[in-house]
């Protein structure tokens, strides 16, 4: 799986877009973007994953750029609750298949009242 | 129903003690996961559970031993931990190799804390 690079913190204002972004250079064809979050001592929790398209659910936006070497998740109006560690995870699409996730270090995103 | 219940949410043992840590989804998946999380450290994959069979050991020490009596149970058992060995435990399932596009559902965790 590609390697990625995030800031290790945010900050964000409550209300505002929140847009962490990740780098993902060296990202073969068939890889596709995951993001997933962590609140404190919760598990991670899906957010939304894309392949070259920009995609949008209930949750958040992600945005990837035309090379597909970074990409951007955007939380349109983040809430008090958005405050967790966000990961950006690359790997071939295997339908959640049974070779496990491998997490970097993910940004820690404090949204501030 | 949608979750990954793991239990239970806190355990304390002695390093002489020998405990199980369970975890339960009822979504059909084939799937399951053992990961360990030290604090402020990402989750770290042990175990791959596919269809029933262990698929991936990641050099996880023979202290920690899991087992899947069937499709939607998932034990870890634990004997002569070390105090190094508190963190948080999470259990995790998908779909498997017929997969859909949402990946992986994570329990909420079993904190664990050997003295």
Redesign the interface.
Known sequence: DAKTTQPPSMDCAEGRAANLPCNHSTISGNEYVYWYRQIHSQGPQYIIHGLKNNETNEMASLIITEDRKSSTLILPHATLRDTAVYYCIVRAYSGGGADGLTFGKGTHLIIQP | DTE?TQTPKHLVMGMTNKKSLKCEQHMG???M?W?KQKAKK????MF???YEKL??NESVPSRFSPECPNSSLLNLHLHALQPEDSA?Y?C?S????????????????T?LTVV
């Open positions: 990954v998946h084939r799937a996961y990961y990402p989750p770290e994959l791959v559970y596919s698929s991936i948080l999470l995790a998908s779909q498997g190799i017929q997969g859909n596009n949402y990946g992986y559902t994570f329990g909420s965790g904190r």
